[in-house]
């Protein structure tokens, strides 16, 4: 016999027991439905909201290139049948109530960013289309949810949806946090479920986690023990392991905070007298003693930007500077329109016309679509207005927060406000440093849960209905709406999956000409972008002209649009140009390496020295930050000196960070020797053997010898045994997955379709095996070494070497 629990919270908390067994084995067989119908999960109200929503979260889909595009058709879709079920059963005693407070919410803050749209002639919102159709829909939804919520008797009914649709990606994140489901690995390598990355499943979490936990805890006059407490209380669990297995540090610490308002709340308001005392002093208590816990784990652990968990990393600058970086660029951009803003979906445009030129060196990301803050985005985009409209969102909240859980009488309402308060809460407070609140998979969530905030509202101060008029209006300004992102979303959601389909091709001539075909109805800088690569790989100079134009029309500075430029100025044999062009690329983007390395051999074409100079300094220092031999966040702390030195490239720690010092003279010989190599390039002997003998010279350098602690440096003899037997390790480690690499290779060359997969996954159990054997080593040799030398820079330094070389030998042999 198979008996399937499903508890959900109805309004007498009753449980939903489902017999599957034979009838026989049944002392009763309750009717599913009847037991459902109970609930209310199944009134024309919540119904489709529920089904909807549960279809929202179910699943993902690369179809439109990005998971985030897929949701966002699936949302699409929802909102049609939102409109059609809504507006076709609507009997005529249904007249729709007035949603003043969600146009507030919802409506306001897109439209206050219309004017700086029309100011700036749309010149600067790449991202209008979609902005503008995502706020449409989520006001379809939020709209709909509102007016079926406010009817539903009661709403708490509404918790068992979202318990269903947070029971499925909760054990979602377990399997792939245990492996049983598709690897952590996969994609942006994060437990994730069905919402794309981390930090977007994160904020859906932390909007749910509120309202279960405060269903889950006992109010004054509820039984500790009931039959729909286990159910909150396990989602409550379920949710917060999976919280925890996302490691999204912004999301943790958010809900931390919001949990201990929450119980703030909770006790002062939903506790007996006779024990709230009591409970306040707990709460305290556990406050401090969370507290101390929290500062005694961070005293113990060792603050390391690089090779720290992400927890370790957290303390310091280099785990925000990926978020410095856009917030830098949004502020440049505020200060430049700050009455009216740039408007709606400017901020990929601004990114690239206000970003710090140096960023790279410190941080390799340099394509932002959002400003990940949304405070800072909506001053972005709309000025004083946006800030305006962001605080009356708040506002409208906080003041359907109030009503309902203060002003209303009966328990169940309550714990549902703090709940539902709780949640918006966490995800406002998200937001302020993430780019969660910009995409569906995030915002769909907070527009279900303010319209049922705003809906308790209604129940508690009473409906306020449209008038006559506005309930005629408002199906037809609805289905306008819908119809407006449809033609909005739809023609980029094709091309979208068109673009998709030709990733994968060989990079061939007749997937350019696909690609060209493609962006004739097409503005996708995505597919844009891509096809400038392909053309310049390609050749196809008098192709890549065009696509150019295009990109720098659409986002002017575009990632590295402006290399390209000088690069097919290059290949057209109009080598002033190039160098024009690559030198005011570079005033954008000041540490791009294949831009440094164009300019260098542009200087060695051109026999200009000086120029050869500045870049190759320049790209020194990049390399020094690249490899983490220096970690600081200003150019000036790797200085760049002409001085006579003993080994050519001089390197030595300062008060600053490391001073880079190059003899003139060595650089002189080294210029003409490349000079002369790339008119006549020598056979592999002659290159194996100038490569082997600059290599030897870096290697008596004493910057790239190990620094042996003080109190063991009697141990010098054996510390350099362990250094011998980790690069043997590692190298023995190597051969193996070159082993396994070229037999997984010959096999799939073998196998037929079907059997790719089981083949593959024999593998990856032999490369897990391989790298398990040899790490536990590695690992040992690791941990000596770290505690006798400052191992970890070491490593470092000769990274940094071995990228150096790898340069030289391009300048010498291109």
Request: with cysteine.
């Amino acid at each position: 016999m198979v008996l399937l629990v499903f508890s959900f919270y109805p309004s007498d908390l009753t449980s939903i027991f489902v017999c599957t067994a034979p009838y026989r084995f049944c002392p009763s067989r309750p009717s599913m439905l009847t037991k459902l119908r109970q609930t209310g999960l199944l009134s024309p109200t919540l119904l489709p909201l529920g089904l909807l929503y549960l279809g929202f979260n179910l699943g993902y889909s690369f179809t439109f290139y990005h998971v985030n595009s897929y949701k966002l058709l699936v949302g699409l879709l929802g909102a049609l049948a939102l409109v059609v079920w809504f507006e076709g059963r609507k009997q005529k005693a249904d007249g729709p109530l007035w949603p003043q407070g969600l146009f507030f919410v919802l409506a306001l803050p897109v439209l206050v960013t219309l004017p700086g749209a029309l100011v700036g002639g749309f010149a600067e919102n790449y991202n209008f289309a979609y902005e503008l159709g995502t706020g449409l829909v989520l006001w379809l939804w939020g709209y709909y949810a509102f007016q079926g919520m406010a009817r539903a008797k009661p709403l708490a009914d509404w918790t068992g949806w979202l318990g269903v649709s947070l029971l499925w990606v909760g054990l979602w994140a377990l399997g792939q946090g245990m492996g049983i489901l598709d690897s952590p690995n996969l994609l942006a390598g994060e437990v994730k479920a069905s919402f794309g990355h981390r930090n977007y499943f994160a904020s859906y979490l932390i909007q749910m986690l509120p309202l279960f936990l405060v269903l889950g805890l006992p109010a004054e006059g509820e039984a500790w023990v009931t039959k729909g407490r286990p159910w909150f209380v396990g989602l409550f669990l379920l949710g917060g392991l999976s919280l925890w297995l996302t490691q999204s540090r912004a999301a943790i610490v958010t809900f931390g905070l919001v949990a201990f308002l929450l119980a703030l709340g909770f006790v002062l308001r939903l506790t007996s007298k006779k024990v709230k005392k009591k409970l306040l002093l707990l709460l305290v208590g556990l406050a401090l003693l969370g507290g101390a816990a929290a500062a005694t784990y961070v005293s113990r652990l060792t603050p390391d930007p690089v090779y720290g968990s992400r927890f370790e990393q957290l303390f310091s600058k280099r785990a925000w500077i990926g978020r410095i970086i856009p917030w830098q660029a949004a502020t440049n951009a505020v200060l430049a329109a700050p009455v009216w803003g740039h408007g709606l979906g400017s901020s990929y445009n601004l990114f690239f016309t206000y970003v710090d030129p140096k960023t790279r060196l410190y941080h390799p990301e340099r394509s932002y679509n959002h400003a990940h803050s949304e405070p800072l985005e909506f001053l972005e985009e709309a000025g004083l207005l946006g800030l305006l409209a962001y605080g009356l969102m708040l506002f409208w909240l906080g003041r359907a927060f109030w009503r309902t859980f203060l002003g209303a009488t009966d328990l169940g309402t309550q714990k549902l406000a703090l709940g539902l308060g709780g949640g918006l809460l966490a995800f406002v407070l998200h937001g302020v440093v993430e780019v969660a609140p910009r995409m569906i998979v995030a915002e769909l969530p907070f527009a279900l849960g303010a319209a049922a905030l705003l809906a308790l509202e209604a129940q508690v101060a009473g409906p306020a209905p449209a008038s006559a008029l506005r309930a005629k209006a408002l199906p037809w300004v609805n289905l306008a709406l819908w119809g407006l992102a449809a033609l909005l979303l739809l023609p980029w959601l094709a091309k979208q999956n068109a673009y998709y389909n030709l990733l994968n091709l060989p990079e061939t001539p007749g997937k350019a000409q696909e690609m060209e075909e493609l962006v004739k109805s097409s503005n996708d800088i995505y597919t844009l972008d891509d096809l400038l690569h392909l053309e310049a790989k390609l050749g196809r100079l008098e192709q890549m002209k065009p696509v150019m134009d295009r990109l720098e029309a659409l986002i002017p500075n575009y990632r590295d649009l402006n290399y390209q430029k000088a690069v097919w100025a290059s290949l057209s044999g109009d080598l002033s140009l190039a160098k024009q062009l690559a030198l005011e690329g570079q005033k954008r983007d000041r540490y791009y390496l294949p831009n440094l390395r164009l300019l260098m051999s542009l200087a060695l074409e051109s026999n200009d020295f000086e120029g050869f100079a500045t870049q190759f300094g320049l790209t020194t220092r990049f390399l020094l930050f690249q490899n983490f031999v220096i970690i600081a966040f200003e150019e000036e702390a790797a200085p760049i000196l002409l001085r006579p030195t003993s080994f050519g490239v001089e390197l030595a720690q300062s008060p600053e960070g490391i001073r880079i010092k190059i003899d003139p003279l060595w650089l002189r010989q080294f210029f003409d020797q490349a000079r002369a190599l790339r008119a006549a390039p020598p056979g592999p002997m002659e290159r194996s053997e100038l490569m082997n003998r600059i290599a030897r010279q870096v290697s008596l350098n004493p910057f790239f010898h190990i620094e042996i602690k003080e109190p063991y440096l009697i141990d010098e003899p054996q510390i350099y045994l362990l250094l011998d037997r980790y690069k043997t390790a590692n190298q023995e480690l190597a051969q193996q997955e070159d082993y396994l690499r070229f037999s997984l290779n010959k096999e799939l060359e073998q196998a037929g379709p079907q059997e790719r997969g089981q083949i593959e996954r024999q593998y990856q159990e032999k490369f897990r095996q391989a790298q398990s054997e040899s790490q536990n080593q590695i690992h040992k040799l690791e941990t000596q070494l770290e505690q006798k030398t400052l191992f970890r820079h070491f490593l470092n330094k000769h990274r940094f070497a071995a990228a150096w070389l790898s340069e030289i030998q391009q300048l010498y042999f291109p």
